[in-house]
């Protein structure tokens, strides 16, 4: 009889704990269109903050806004300009001694695919204006596309592609 109650009560036990454990937490979560719209509204914060502190701050401002992580990397005009977090910071900080104003203005239509709670896509086209050490100022237009990851508490870019508008053709 004691063995029978013993069996009894471990299963019971071994029933009840698997029904009250957590879900794995490597399974992916799906995404609620208000999830979405949570993510959605906290890139595009995300995205002006980034124009307006690298308008404010200069080139700088830039590494807080770059993961600093592996996966990290940055791609100009087809071509990878920064394979890592480490080289980010030593092109940003380059770049902070021969800029010496910047303005950065998303135009438009800033678009936003939440991918997950934690990751989502933008796109944007952009306008700069720079002013060099010796005070030329260069005006540019292009594309940008990213992925912005939310980690420790804050959006950043995973990675990021910028594209200029390539000129027309000349005239024949």
């Known amino acids: 009889m004691r063995t029978s109650l013993c069996v009894f009560l471990l299963a019971g036990m071994a029933v009840t704990g698997c029904r009250l454990q957590p879900a794995a937490t ?3 979560q799906p995404l609620t269109s208000t999830r979405a719209a949570q993510v959605e509204n906290g890139v595009r914060v995300f995205m ?3 124009a307006h502190d690298v308008t404010q701050e200069g080139p700088m401002a830039w590494r807080k806004y770059f993961a600093d992580s592996p996966a990290f990397f940055m791609a100009v005009d087809g071509r990878m300009v920064f394979a ?3 080289a980010a910071s030593k092109g940003i900080h380059d770049a902070a001694l021969d ?3 910047i303005e950065l203005v998303w135009n438009g239509d800033l678009r936003i695919d939440p991918l997950t709670p934690e990751l989502a896509v933008v796109a944007t086209p952009w306008h700069e204006v ?3 050490a010796e005070g030329k100022r260069v005006d540019e ?3 940008f596309t990213g992925v912005a990851e939310y980690r420790d508490g804050r959006w950043q870019f995973r990675n990021a592609h910028w594209s200029l508008i390539a000129p027309p053709p000349a005239a024949r």
């Open 48 to 50: 002006q903050a980034v």
């Open 84 to 86: 890592d977090s480490a």
């Open 130 to 132: 720079q002013v060099n």
């Open 26 to 28: 490597d399974q992916p």
């Open 141 to 143: 237009d292009g594309f």
């Open 99 to 101: 800029i010496k104003h």
